[in-house]
């Protein structure tokens, strides 16, 4: 059986969630005790020595970052559909892992930490950071309902999580409309699990 090492607060674990969802995988979670920092334990960093989470043991084989599993689950198990075999789409693909991995983590999840979680941070650097991605993002998405390509791939579930709790950073996103229609578009999909402070989203599909 899958086990996620999962914090159930983490955009970048629910990128996991919803990934081993829409793959309709068998998994179970388990849940770090933070409060303990079971995550910086010996035990827990000899499988992630950079003490995070989302970690993925699928029967022994260990990965770490929401990237990389995306990228393990999608090729593992999710046939061409996932993973798809020309170049510039698994290239496209990587750029928009790239901008989950920066400017998404930079931006609207920099925000969220400081608002819910006290994090201290450069704010207007912060703020800057996540007008230009969701200026880009919209922009993409503005004749297409899928960041790369004409179907939805892990591209969209590794942005998606910290756009759609970006209110909880003080972002609206509401003025963004094609993102607001692509989240809506999102969450109407079958097996699409939500997570504590994601509002479903309203918005023709
Ligand atoms: N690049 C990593 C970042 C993972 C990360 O930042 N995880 C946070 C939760 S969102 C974490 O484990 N925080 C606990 C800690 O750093 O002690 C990924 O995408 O998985």
């Known amino acids: 059986m899958i086990k996620l090492y999962n914090i159930p607060m983490s955009g970048n674990c629910h990128k ?6 829409f793959l309709d995988l068998d998994y179970t979670t388990l849940d770090l005790d933070l409060s303990n920092r079971e995550q910086k334990s ?10 995070q989470a989302p970690l993925l043991d699928d029967n022994g084989t260990i990965i770490r970052d929401s990237q990389a599993i ?3 689950l999608a090729s593992q198990y999710g046939g061409e559909q996932w993973w798809p075999k020309a170049p510039n ?3 496209e693909i990587s750029a928009w892992l790239s901008t989950a991995a920066n ?26 950071t996540t007008q230009k ?6 922009a993409q998405l503005s004749n297409q309902s899928w960041l790369v390509s004409n179907t939805m791939s ?3 579930i590794a942005i998606y999580p910290y756009i759609a709790l970006a209110h909880q950073g003080e972002i ?4 963004f409309v094609h993102i607001s229609t692509w989240c809506a578009r999102i969450e109407a999909l079958h097996h699409y699990i939500a997570m504590p402070g994601i509002d479903m989203h309203t918005g023709e599909q």
């Open 16 to 21: 996991i969630r919803l990934m081993l969802c």
């Open 42 to 51: 010996e035990a827990y960093l000899q499988r992630n020595p950079f003490g």
């Open 70 to 72: 995306l990228v393990y």
């Open 89 to 91: 789409q698994l290239a």
């Open 103 to 128: 400017e998404i983590t930079h931006g609207p999840a920099l925000l969220r930490a400081h608002h819910l979680f006290g994090r201290e941070i450069n704010q207007p650097m912060a703020l800057a």
């Open 133 to 138: 991605v969701l200026n880009i993002i919209d």
């Open 154 to 156: 892990i591209a969209d």
């Open 172 to 175: 609206d996103i509401s003025s």
